[in-house]
């Protein structure tokens, strides 16, 4: 028996509209028992409680009811009309109508087989025989699982084509999008191994799961038992996987750990939590799960905006790009919300929202990383310069100390040799007098002391030598400690005071009994000596040589000054540059190596203080340095 007609007024199809969306030219009713039968919701008496939607589609978000939709089609053509359901996500959806008097009963939804479907499409298409004499009145009983989305078309079998097209513009394109992105970086990161591009094919795979396979439906080309996974599964739980990437790649990407630690410490932690809703998707519990996706896809997008600004903020440009590009997919998601919410009409655009914002958020952070890449290569780029730059200027300067080195090193041994052969020339030559025993006896006293004259310099010019040597190997420590300074000058003295006197150089010691400096003793003698020597060489007979000192706050001033005839302070300067042999044997006739002052300079230098000299054309030199010392009553 038929049961009574609903009265709403039938939907007018045409050759001419061959399709048309029909959510407000039906009626719609939500069962919350979900105990209703067709006999219940098509008695006249409950027909008032059938309300048209509100807008192009049927939304009800998270819901255990069933949802009722009656509506009656005029068609006078001569094609099959068709009901399309274009939303692949809906457990369980029955279809009555009445053909020929007899009650057509027929089942679908994402868990029945899809060999039963008619034609597999990213939804449920129903044939439904409308004769051109009345209306063809039907009835839908909708219930599901995921949120409760009915978006009705009526077509013709000729608009049927232009409706399905309609369905997957978008969803191709984002495809298409989706896929140049994920084989264009994967062989980036095959190229690059920068990590951050394998966290960021991790996230565009899920986020295509989730957003191709399982909002547009794709996934009923996977077969059954891959459909029937992503429909109950892994299509809501992708979102979890794909922000556990997301978060990594933006902590990578973003250089987390640099620009913004504790909001880097606090998206690890939110990266643990998410494994909360995969295990609410492995028990099934697909409500807790979309709600808790709901709450993470709104606080996720703003933790990353948040911490792209930090960094962008800090000069890090590329984060430019991962700003714009959430705050796009974060104005998506939350226009989706609100639709979802009933605050704005539910149309076909909705469906297009996630697409078309996940699209140029992906495109954008392709983007982000092409940009960080080509940042990364100039960095590198300036610091390889900056590197070869300071390597060049480091081996200039290592080749010119080298060749000063080398220049000083052979201006030495060319000194050496001229300054100990001639004293062994004349040791050879008065040996050699003596051998023939044709020195007079009166000679024999200033025979001798030209020997010792001369085997002194040979002894002070190998001592000298010995000592240079060691110092350029490193191979002399310093030893500091308290060295009592007037003991050693007298001894130093009392040594040169023959060679003095006979020259006729008088020797003078002005510094107090009580001096004491902090200094390796052994160096210190060296120093001493050597200056000494140096003065007693310059200064001509009837001059005075001073050795004494100039007590200071914590330091001494020790001194070695001569009445010889002095130079100009620029040409005294030289003896003491760095790998200068100079002589100031221009000035007297008296030659020396400038190999005595060099170690000076090195020992003084030992020893944390400054060789320096000061002297003036006829007013003689003054040598100079200062130690750590006191004078101790």
């Known amino acids: 028996m038929r049961v009574a007609a609903q009265s709403l007024p039938a939907i007018q199809l045409t050759d001419d509209a061959p399709y048309q969306r029909i959510a407000t030219q039906t009626g719609w009713y939500v069962d919350t028992s979900a105990r209703l039968t067709l006999s219940d919701v098509a008695n006249p008496s409950f027909q008032g409680r059938f309300r048209p939607a509100r807008h192009e589609m049927g939304a009800y978000g998270l819901t255990d009811a069933a949802v009722w939709v009656q509506g009656s089609i005029r068609y006078t053509g001569t094609d099959k009309v068709y009901l399309l359901i274009e939303f692949a996500n809906i457990d369980s959806i029955t279809l009555y109508y009445y053909d020929k008097e007899v009650l057509k009963t027929v089942q679908s939804g994402s868990l029945t087989p899809l060999a039963a479907k008619p034609i597999n499409i990213p939804g449920f ?5 409308v004769a051109a004499a009345e209306p063809q009145t039907f009835w839908l009983r909708i219930r599901t699982g995921n949120a409760l989305i009915v978006p009705l078309t009526l077509a013709t079998s000729g608009g049927l084509p232009q409706s399905m097209a309609g369905m997957y513009i978008i969803a191709l394109l984002y495809a298409g999008v ?6 264009y970086n994967l062989s980036l990161y095959g190229w690059i191994r920068d990590p951050s591009y394998l966290y960021y094919l991790g996230y565009l795979f899920f986020l295509a799961v989730f957003i191709f396979l399982y909002c547009c439906g794709f996934h009923v080309y996977l077969g059954q038992t891959l459909s029937t996974f992503i429909n109950q599964y892994a299509g809501i739980g992708s979102v979890s996987v794909g922000y556990i990437f997301m978060i990594r790649f933006a902590i990578s990407f973003l250089k987390g750990e640099q620009y913004a630690p504790r909001l880097t410490k606090a998206l690890r932690i939110l990266g643990w939590l998410l494994w909360i809703p995969l295990i609410c998707c492995a028990l099934g519990w697909r409500h807790a799960l979309i709600r808790q996706q709901e709450l993470v896809s709104l606080a996720v997008p703003v933790a990353f905006i948040w911490m792209a600004i930090t960094a962008y903020r800090r000069h890090y440009k590329p984060a430019i790009y991962f700003i714009i590009a959430w705050a796009l997919l974060l104005s998506s998601i939350v226009l989706f ?7 704005l009409p539910y149309g076909g655009w909705t469906f297009d929202i996630l697409p078309i914002g996940s699209a140029m958020e992906v495109i954008l952070l392709s983007l982000a990383l092409g940009y960080g890449y080509s940042s990364m290569k100039n960095e590198q780029k300036a610091l390889l ?3 070869v730059n300071e390597r060049t200027k480091e081996l200039q300067d290592a080749l010119g100390q080298l060749k000063e080195s080398n220049q000083a090193k052979d201006k030495l041994l060319n000194i050496i040799a001229h300054d100990i052969r001639s004293p062994l020339n004349n040791l050879s030559g008065y040996l050699e007098l003596a051998e023939k025993k044709v020195v007079a006896a009166g ?9 010792r004259r001369n085997i002194s310099h040979i002894s002070r010019s190998m001592n000298n030598l010995l000592n240079w040597s060691l110092t350029q190997k490193n191979h002399i420590e310093t030893n500091i400690a308290k060295v009592p ?6 001894q130093i003295l009392d040594t040169y005071r023959f060679s003095a006197e006979h020259k006729g150089v008088h020797l003078k010691k002005n510094m107090p009994e009580e001096l004491f400096v902090q200094a390796d003793s052994h160096q210190l003698e060296l120093i001493l000596r050597n200056l000494l020597d140096n003065a007693i060489k310059f200064t001509p007979e009837g001059g005075v040589v001073t050795i004494g000192c100039r007590p200071r706050a914590e330091q001494v001033v020790i001194y070695v000054a001569d009445t010889g005839a002095g130079m100009l302070q620029e040409e005294a300067n030289k003896l003491l540059q760095k790998n200068s042999f100079h002589s100031a044997g221009t000035i007297v006739p008296e030659k020396g190596t400038g190999l005595g002052l060099q ?3 090195e020992f003084v230098a030992s020893n944390g203080g400054v060789l320096q000299v000061r002297s003036n054309p006829g007013e003689g030199t ?3 340095f200062s130690l750590p010392g006191s004078v101790e009553i």
């Open 125 to 129: 298409l129903f044939e439904i025989p």
């Open 178 to 183: 989706v896929l140049a992105l994920f084989f």
């Open 337 to 343: 919300a609100i639709t979802n919410m009933g605050f």
């Open 385 to 387: 310069e900056k590197t």
């Open 443 to 451: 000679q024999i006293q200033q025979f001798i002391q030209v020997l």
């Open 485 to 490: 300074l007037s003991p050693m000058t007298r």
């Open 599 to 601: 170690l000076c300079r």
């Open 622 to 624: 003054e040598f100079f």
